[in-house]
């Protein structure tokens, strides 16, 4: 009876994990999509996407009740409880992450006008960029490994860079040319749920990072900096 408990029980913890190895990739995916949509202003694809964003938003609810089904029942303790507690706080943040992913398809469904091409084909660089570190900390989930997940904390310094540059390249285009005021606003927004997707890739190397060696992930930001000298 005892080696049939303790067998559910680790087959629930492979399941916690599959399961948000599996929503990773479809976090991963839509951002990538929702990239191309961009990239070629795709609105029908663009909708198609928006669409796919339910399939995320399941699974979490799905890993948010086995969770807490394990907790409730099994009452894990070190290493396990670490694993179930970070599985609720992963769960969230890439759920949050595919929402951002979707609210890039949703402005190119509902943007009919002219983008400029040169911040576009800039965001989407940004965009790949962010889309590799999703890679990179979906890669550290599945090894257990702390040097990637930090691997993967310390490249969200890169996409910060990339969006001050976008950012000033846009405000300057709307003052020198008003009539780009809508479009250069909306790929501002574009261009900061990027960004945003870079902090959540971020929270869950810090969770990786707990997990692997039961304390806080302690680096310094340079966010504030950077944004002092805009």
Known sequence: MSEHIVSSYDEQLDLINSSLIKMGGLVESQLHNSLVALGDKDTAFAEEI?????????????????????????????????????????????????????????????????????????????????????????????????????????????????????????????????????GCSHLLSIAKNIERIGDYVQNIAEDIHFITTGEALERKSEKRIKWEKV
């Open 50 to 182: 928006i669409r796919d964003d339910n399939k995320i938003d399941a699974l979490e609810k799905e890993i948010d009740a086995l969770t807490y089904k394990v907790i409730a029942m099994r009452q894990p303790l070190a290493n396990d409880l670490r694993t179930v507690l970070s599985a609720l706080s992963i769960a969230n943040d890439l759920e949050r992450m595919g929402d951002h992913a979707t609210n890039i398809a949703k402005r190119v469904a509902n943007v009919k006008i002219n983008m400029p091409d040169t911040p576009v084909s800039e965001i989407v660089n940004m965009g790949e960029n962010v889309q590799s570190m999703i890679k990179n900390v979906l890669d550290a989930f599945v090894q257990k490994s702390d040097t990637l997940a930090i691997t993967a904390w310390d490249l969200d310094v890169n996409i910060d860079e990339l969006y001050l540059s976008i950012y000033r390249d846009l405000l300057k285009t709307m003052a020198e040319d008003p009539d780009t005021i809508t």
